[in-house]
């Protein structure tokens, strides 16, 4: 059953296109306008975004997983289970005392909410909503009988957050431990860069 509201449409099917488009499409989308001018087209091709940013992160960790250990794991298929596998292979191959295993595990636990936003579009979608004087654009979807939603703004926020985790992971995955001044070193100002540059917040040692 379909959410009603204004210019309110079913799923069809999913927006395809080529994942190294994906940066462009989330640059076009944060110069997009007022949140409350956003019509169904163009929540419509927020949700294609979504799933392309998506699938290039999907394909960043896939390929560190890949070269830390050849190939890939049976226990690796799936997205959390990729990003639960290449979070133990830092644990095991950096040192404790760098910000490697620190920044892997916070990187696989703040992705846990958007991944769970990812799945639910993907196999729950319900409702896809325009903008109108009372409320923003919105994606809805159900999961175990379970209603949510996610407006256009908060859907932007989570865009440009993934689709910076492709250098992220690439970064954490390949530190230049030996090299003066890299970001795997433990220190207060690598950890505010990283908050900074990617949003990953980590514990002070």
Request: charged residues 20%; aromatic residues 6%; hydrophobic residues 40%.
């Amino acid at each position: 059953m379909i959410d009603e509201g204004q210019q309110s449409h079913g799923f069809g099917k999913q927006p395809s296109g080529d994942i190294i488009r994906c940066r462009r499409y989330v640059g076009l989308i944060r110069s997009a306008g007022a949140a409350l001018d956003i019509s169904y087209e163009r929540i419509s091709g927020a949700l294609g975004s979504l799933l392309l940013v998506w699938a290039s992160v999907e394909k960043a960790v896939r390929h560190e997983v890949v070269r830390g250990h050849g190939h890939l794991p049976p226990r690796a298929h799936g997205i959390a289970a990729a990003f639960r596998t290449w979070e133990s292979s830092v644990i095991q191959s950096q040192p404790a005392n760098s910000l490697g295993p620190l920044l892997a595990t916070a990187l696989r636990s703040q992705l846990q909410m958007p991944l769970n936003v990812r799945n639910g579009l993907c196999h729950g979608l319900v409702g896809i909503s325009a903008a109108n004087e009372n409320m923003q654009a919105t994606l809805r979807w159900e999961m175990n009988d379970e209603r949510h939603a996610i407006s256009w703004d908060d859907l932007q926020e989570q865009l440009r957050w993934l689709s910076r985790l492709p250098q992220a992971v690439s970064v954490i995955s390949n530190p230049s431990l030996e090299r003066p001044g890299n970001r795997a070193t433990n220190t207060a100002e690598n950890r505010a860069w990283w908050r900074s540059e990617f949003s990953l917040d980590i514990s002070e040692p």
